[in-house]
Every structure is written in structure tokens, then in C-alpha cells.
């Protein structure tokens, strides 16, 4: 009957178009109240623990970084690099589109920031040059989903927060899987537009070009190359990143004056500032359930009714796939992610390959109405209908379909480049009560980056 209770309270809320925080601090509150021994102060306990981490300091920071770039230079001559280089192949302007995204996704780490900076830019030049409605829509908006997963990506900095789980080796294991969903999209843009005139290759416009933009090129350089290297955290590569940003647009570009980097600086803060509860009150409800043994529940029905990691895998995806259709991504992040993992590692999958598998479904849940926040942002920046810029993705989710089950059964791909070898995945098959048990009594065992 409470369950019903709960389900019914939850249905009200969304009728009532109450937002995602209110419907998480009502579901918490009387998870507490009907089912749990706990006492109501035990949200604010766990709220506060959620966010006394040092890494939530890199989100607000690669916020405000790719706000900067979007306004000012730097996007614009990594764009026209892009163009110039890519002129002279099939689509060579589509081309550019796609790794124009794929650069920019590499600084901002977030999906709007990159849809906004290329789009609004390049839209109306795809138009102009003859490309169709259907596919300039698609590709800009399909494209910008690349800052989900290309790090530095803002999910899987959430991911490794509600999960306890290494963000750098996170960001190493989502490169690979960054580049191939790149590849697809680019493949498929350069057969789409095979038969557009192409432009000849002008070398002393692509120097120029360079020339011109050095200073945004060597941002992402500096960047991954600090992370990779080891000698940035998370936090320390947000930092720098935002460093390197206002010096070039403060100093070298002078694109962007004092004032406007005072009110960027506001609409960042205001945009954390509803971020920071979700992550807050999701943690909270993950401890609760977790207290009342519901990943454990959980785990026992599906060790009797799944015996396979095949069959795993696929279920999650679908639930995934489903989830990202409803939910916005971080907040399912933190929600999912911690009921998850347990069962994942009873089936041998590894947390970081885990990690990735996640995004990408939710990446693709951008794309997905109802909810289809890639969708929402594309129509309003480039002024386009709902309908129209959610058929024009199809083809390009089709492929990123594609390159999810090329990653979810082919986990090397996602941990090939991270330092430590991968376990033999009958290594990693425990029983979640041993699991539990030893995190009780090991609390410290697995440490947040």
C-alpha cells in the first residue's frame, strides 16, 4: 500500500510540473517517514557529506570555462580551423561540424556548452552551402552530444562522485569510446553528403587559420595532456582550463571585457546552484536505500532469474536507454549508478567500463523525447520546430546505438588505456553480501580520486 502511496505521490508531482529537486526532497522525506527507522535529520547529514568533496569544485568551474569560450574567440577559431582543414572532402563543412564538436566537447565537458557554441555558428553556414535542413539539424545537435562523453565530461565526474570511483581513470577510459562515436558520426555525415561540390584544399588558408587560432588549439593540449599525464586531478584540470580561458579572451583576444565575465560568472552560479541539491538529496536517497538493503533485494532477484552477463548487459541497456528518455542526465546518474554498480560487479563488469556504458545511454537519452534536453536546446537556439529537429536525428542515433553495443561487449575498449591492468572478469564476480560486507568494514577502501 505505501508503495502505491509512493508511486501515486511521485505521479501528482510530475502532473503538477513540479521540478526534479522538490520531487526527490517529497520521495526522500517519506521513504524516511513510512519505511525507514532513520529520523528526518539524517537528509541533512547526508546531504552535507554528499557535498563536502573537493571534486564537485571542477563542475561549476568547466561550467563557467566553456561559457567563456562560447562568448568570446576561442570557439569561433577552432571552428574555422576545422573548415579550412576538412574543405576539401565529401560534406567537408558537415566534416567540420563534427569535429568542431568533438575539440570543443574536450574543453567544456558539457553537451549545451558545445551544441550552443558550434550550432549557432555553423547552422546557418550549412544552410548557405546547400546542405539539407534534415541533416544540419541532426548533425549539430547529434554532434553536441559529444561533450557528454569526450572528457572532460561532466557526467562522468558525477558518476565517479556517486560511485567513489577514479575520475581520471574515467576520463582515460572515455576517450576511446569518445573517438568511435565520433568516427561513426563523421562517417556517416561523409557518405550523407558525398555528391555536395567540395571546396579545393587552400594551404595558405589553413595556416592562416592556425596561425590565428594557436592559442584555442593548444587549450585542449594543455588540457588532456595535463590529465593524462597525471599531473592534473579533476579539479586542478577545470582550473586551469578556466585560467587559460580568461587569460586568452582577457588578454590576447580581448573579445570578452570585465562586465560580461562578471554577470558568465553569475549564470554559472546560478545554474550550479540548482545542480548542487540534485546531487545532494539523489546521494541522500542512495545511503537510504542502501541502509534498507535494497540493492541487496535487488541482487537476489536477479541472480535467480539472470544467469548471464549477455543478458545483463542487454537489460541494462534497455533500462538505460529508457531512463535517459525520462530523466535528466545527472540526475539519473545519481540516482542509477549506486543501485547499479553492485549488480554489475556480480556479472564481472567493471566499475570505470560501467561508467562508460551509463553515459553513453544517457548520452543517447539527449536525443529522446519526451524529455530530450538536446532537443529542447537545439530548437531554441536555432529556432527550429521540436518535431523537425527530433526526426532529423534518427539516423544519427542509429548509429550511436551501434557503437553502445560495440563498447558494452567489448569492455577493452573502455580500459585499455588506463594504467593499472584490467582483472580477469571471473576476478571481479563476488556476492553482493560479501561486497557490503566489505565496504562496512573497509570504508575507506575505495578512495574518490
Not at 577559431?77 to 573548415?83: C, E, G, K
Not at 592556425?210 to 579539479?235: C, D, E, N, Q, R
Not at 560568472?265 to 535494497?294: H, R, Y
Not at 539516423?395 to 594504467?419: C, D, Q, R, T, Y
Request: glycine content about 6%; charged content about 10%.
Amino acid at each position: 500500500m505505501t508503495s502505491i502511496y509512493l508511486l501515486g505521490l511521485v505521479l501528482l508531482l510530475l502532473v503538477l510540473r513540479q521540478n526534479i529537486i522538490t520531487i526527490l526532497v517529497v520521495l526522500v522525506s517519506s521513504i524516511i517517514l513510512l519505511y525507514s527507522e532513520e529520523r528526518l535529520y539524517f537528509m541533512v547529514e547526508h546531504m552535507w557529506r554528499a557535498l563536502n568533496h573537493e571534486v564537485l569544485l571542477s563542475i561549476p568551474l568547466f561550467i563557467l570555462c566553456g561559457a567563456i569560450m562560447t562568448r568570446g574567440a576561442i570557439s569561433v577559431r577552432l571552428i574555422n580551423i576545422m573548415r579550412a582543414a576538412t574543405c576539401a572532402w565529401p560534406g567537408g563543412l558537415g566534416a567540420a561540424c563534427i569535429l568542431s564538436c568533438a575539440f570543443f566537447a574536450a574543453i567544456s565537458g558539457s553537451s549545451m556548452v558545445t551544441l550552443l557554441a558550434v550550432g549557432t555558428i555553423l547552422y546557418p553556414a550549412l544552410r548557405k552551402e546547400g546542405y539539407s535542413q534534415q541533416y544540419s539539424l541532426g548533425a549539430i545537435t547529434s554532434a553536441g552530444t559529444l561533450g557528454v562523453i569526450i572528457p572532460p565530461s561532466i557526467p562522468l565526474i558525477i558518476y565517479g562522485i556517486s560511485t567513489q570511483t577514479s575520475i581520471t581513470d574515467l576520463f582515460l577510459a572515455g576517450l576511446i569510446p569518445g573517438l568511435l562515436l565520433t568516427a561513426a558520426l563523421l562517417g556517416y555525415s561523409l557518405v550523407k553528403n558525398r555528391k555536395l561540390p567540395r571546396h579545393p584544399f587552400n594551404p595558405r588558408e589553413f595556416f592562416t587559420a592556425v596561425k590565428v587560432g594557436i592559442w584555442s588549439l593548444l587549450m585542449p593540449v594543455i588540457l588532456l595532456g595535463g590529465i593524462y599525464s597525471g599531473h592534473f586531478t579533476a579539479t586542478e584540470s577545470a582550473a586551469v582550463a578556466l585560467s587559460y580561458a580568461v587569460v586568452i579572451e582577457l588578454l590576447i583576444y580581448r573579445e570578452i571585457k570585465m562586465p560580461q565575465l562578471k554577470k558568465m560568472a553569475i549564470d554559472t552560479s546560478q545554474l550550479v546552484g540548482t545542480l548542487a541539491p540534485i546531487i545532494a538529496i539523489a546521494m541522500c536517497l542512495n545511503d537510504l536505500l542502501v541502509l534498507e538493503q535494497a540493492p541487496q533485494l535487488l541482487s537476489d532477484w536477479m541472480k535467480a532469474n539472470i544467469d548471464s552477463k549477455v543478458y545483463f548487459l542487454l537489460g541494462l541497456n534497455v533500462i538505460l536507454l529508457l531512463v535517459g528518455t525520462l530523466m535528466e542526465i545527472n540526475a539519473a546518474i545519481l540516482i542509477m549508478a549506486p543501485i547499479i554498480l553492485p549488480l554489475a560487479r556480480i556479472y564481472g563488469i567493471d566499475p570505470i567500463h560501467l561508467g562508460i556504458i551509463m553515459v553513453i545511454n544517457l548520452e543517447i537519452g539527449l536525443l529522446t523525447p519526451p524529455v530530450g534536453f538536446n532537443l529542447v536546446v537545439a530548437m531554441t537556439a536555432l529556432k527550429e520546430k521540436f518535431s523537425d529537429v527530433a526526426r532529423s536525428v534518427v539516423p544519427f542515433v542509429g548509429m550511436m546505438l551501434v557503437v553502445l553495443m560495440i563498447i558494452s561487449f567489448v569492455p577493452e575498449l573502455s580500459l585499455m588505456l588506463i594504467g593499472e591492468q584490467m582483472q580477469d572478469p571471473a576476478s571481479l564476480m563476488m556476492d553482493l553480501d560479501d561486497f557490503l560486507l566489505l565496504m562496512e568494514e573497509n570504508p575507506d577502501l575505495m578512495v574518490m580520486e
